[in-house]
């Protein structure tokens, strides 16, 4: 019997948000909404501009790009640094998803909430 594996991770990045706030926001937290299969996992990371073209510098909470924000399940609000992101008007996110050790279950994100204020 052959049983088709996930592949080793997946990646999206998503659309540029516009706060409408032309001083800035400040980044609180990111929660996510969907299913974790044991041992797969979730990952965030998390890029802010003052331009809606970018530059975008994907970074974790140290705000190295080699870093990420990983919430332990869904609905759990994981802070944002604002060492790295408050301040900047435009916001977007990237998603990895990476499957459990067997490669037989994979993570599933329906909703993802960035909570910031002006």
Do not use: C
Request: charged fraction near 15%; proline fraction near 12%; charge should be neutral.
């Amino acid at each position: 019997t052959f049983l088709p594996k996930f592949l080793t991770s997946g990646q999206l990045d998503s659309s540029t948000y516009d706060t409408q706030v032309p001083e800035g926001a400040g980044y609180n937290a990111i929660m996510w909404k969907g299913q974790l299969p044991a041992t797969s996992r979730v990952q965030f990371q998390f890029a802010t501009s003052n331009s809606p073209s970018g530059p975008w510098n994907f970074a974790g909470p140290d705000g190295l790009p080699t870093s990420y924000y990983e919430p332990s399940d869904p609905d759990i609000p994981i802070r944002i640094s604002p060492a790295y992101h408050n301040n900047m008007r435009y916001f977007r996110y990237r998603i990895i998803l990476k499957p459990s050790n067997s490669g037989l279950a994979s993570p599933r994100v329906d909703d993802v909430i960035i909570n910031w204020s002006p």
